[in-house]
């Protein structure tokens, strides 16, 4: 075994790394924006385990083979070289590999050659770069992870976090984030099943970083990002803010609604008044969202999804209670006006919006509950002109960690008549649900009401742009 005398972590990794480098969870998921660093700071883990190790096998792994020459074999060599340790290392092209000079050694892989990633002999170490593989392909790399040679056993993810159509439907996404669909990051365990009677609990660490947390980025570097607000939201969340990507389609419902001028992180004000929306709809989830109001402005400050067995509308108050317990700035309840009626599910002269009244009795509650929905079509086309503020400067804005608001507003469709398309989806439990829409029919309640009157003129076509309501932007029933 080589003595390397080794940098000081401080000197040559950024600080938010450093806790990783003893970390020995089966995965470790290193998940952000651009300019994190995150691929530095794993070369340099590898490296240090390749050099100190008795056994240290690592495979490179890319969704084609070729361009892992450019990234992680390119990154290895530079870090190498840049710290000074060539002399340790030999450099193959064909095939790619690096060896060092104690028997250890990465070699390549591609997604692309099946056989080849089923011949992976003795690997002690995954190393999966930029791309998120395939359910079928990590099967088959981390069940070829398997040696007793080694002092343990690791697989490691880069990443942007940017998969192909809705990332809560990806394989990737319920395997390790759908029990922390809000954490950025966090440990936990992931069940593996290894044959029909026999499931391995794994450990896992997700690790979450951006450009922030990289001391050494360059200026201009940020400045890009920054531009990429303004010119495409989108990446801006990928890329600047390492949040989950959702590839956007056309025909969506709510057309205007923009991630990079929509979304924002609002401070709760206990002192401002709660206002709170409603749908009944029991599967995948019972939903509640959270708003405040300031100005000529609604910000979408919370929201909870109680799934089965919670599902019910007491099990919903009990978790807005556990939340805001201590909240003395007034509360507003809005929702399905469906829920008035008496219910099969309900004691009978109870209705949902007896028992929200029951279980909130603390906040002396101020319901405003149409007497009908308000036409789709029309309260779209009215919400959407509130997320461009064309009319009269109502904003809407949600907030930057939403996960079900923010994925109905993304993947919601619009159907042929200008409504919603009711898109459905089975559970794990074949139990079938529509798959979006549910926060924001209960979005659609509260901006319906809470600006009634504009919403009115809106109907009626008396649009008055930058027209003001009183000294605080509202009318009478508003101001509060």
């Known amino acids: 075994m080589y003595t390397v005398q080794w940098c000081e972590w401080s000197k040559i990794i950024n600080d938010t790394f450093i806790p990783l480098n003893d970390n ?11 300019g994190s660093s995150k691929s530095d700071w794993c070369a340099k883990k590898l490296l240090y385990r390749c050099l100190n190790e008795n056994y240290f096998r690592c495979i490179l792994v890319r969704n084609t083979y070729g361009s892992i020459k450019d990234s992680s ?25 690096i060896h060092c000079k104690n028997g250890n050694s990465f070699l390549a892989r591609g997604c692309d050659d099946t056989t080849k990633l089923k011949s992976i002999k003795d690997a002690s170490c995954i190393w999966y770069e930029e791309d998120i593989p395939s359910e079928n392909d990590f099967i088959t790399i981390t069940t070829g992870v398997r040696t007793l040679k080694a ?14 159509g809705n990332y809560q439907d990806h394989w990737f996404w319920k395997r390790f984030f759908e029990d922390k669909p809000i954490d950025e990051t966090f440990s936990d365990v992931t069940p593996l099943k290894i044959n029909e ?34 010119k495409n ?10 949040s989950w990507g959702n590839r956007i389609f056309g025909g969506l419902f709510y057309k205007s609604f923009n991630v990079g001028t929509n ?8 002192n401002l008044p709660l206002h709170i929306s409603f749908d009944f709809n029991i599967n995948p989830y019972m939903s509640l969202s ?18 089965t067995p919670n599902n019910r509308t007491k099990d919903t108050c009990w978790e807005f209670v556990r939340r805001y317990n201590t909240h003395i700035g007034g509360l507003f309840v809005y929702g399905d ?3 008035k009626k008496e219910d099969t599910k309900t004691e009978k002269g109870w209705n949902e919006y007896s028992i929200i009244a029951q279980e909130l009795d603390k906040f002396k509650p101020t319901f405003r509950i149409a007497n009908s929905h308000p036409p789709v079509k029309t309260r779209g086309d009215f919400i959407n002109s509130c997320f461009d503020g064309s009319f009269d400067g109502l904003k809407i804005y949600i907030y930057e960690k939403s996960v079900y608001l923010k994925n109905d507003l993304m993947f919601g469709k619009e159907a042929s008549d200008g409504t919603k398309h009711k898109e459905t989806a089975k559970d794990e439990n074949g139990v079938t649900s529509q798959k979006y829409h549910h926060f924001s029919d209960n979005m659609d309640y509260f901006i319906c009401e809470a600006f009634a009157d504009e919403f009115s003129r809106y109907q009626h076509g008396d649009i008055v742009h930058g027209r003001s309501f009183g000294g605080n932007g509202f009318n009478d029933r508003h101001r509060m």
């Open 24 to 34: 020995k969870d089966r995965y470790i998921i290193c998940k952000g924006g651009r």
């Open 73 to 97: 074999y390119q990154n290895l060599k530079d870090t190498i070289y840049s710290l000074g340790l060539e002399e340790l290392f030999d450099f193959k092209i064909q095939p790619l590999e």
């Open 151 to 164: 002092d343990y056993l690791q697989e490691i993810f880069t990443i942007n976090p940017e998969v192909e």
């Open 197 to 230: 009677d026999t499931t391995v609990n794994l450990t896992y660490t997700v690790h979450h970083s951006t450009y922030k947390d990289n001391k050494w980025i360059p200026n201009e570097f940020i400045a890009f990002l920054m531009d990429l607000k303004l």
């Open 233 to 242: 939201p989108y990446y801006w969340q990928v890329y600047c803010n390492g």
């Open 263 to 270: 979304t924002l992180n609002w401070s709760y004000d206990p």
């Open 290 to 307: 959270i708003w405040q109001i300031s100005g000529q402005s609604a910000y979408l400050i919370d929201e909870i999804a109680m799934k």
């Open 337 to 339: 006006p469906s829920g």
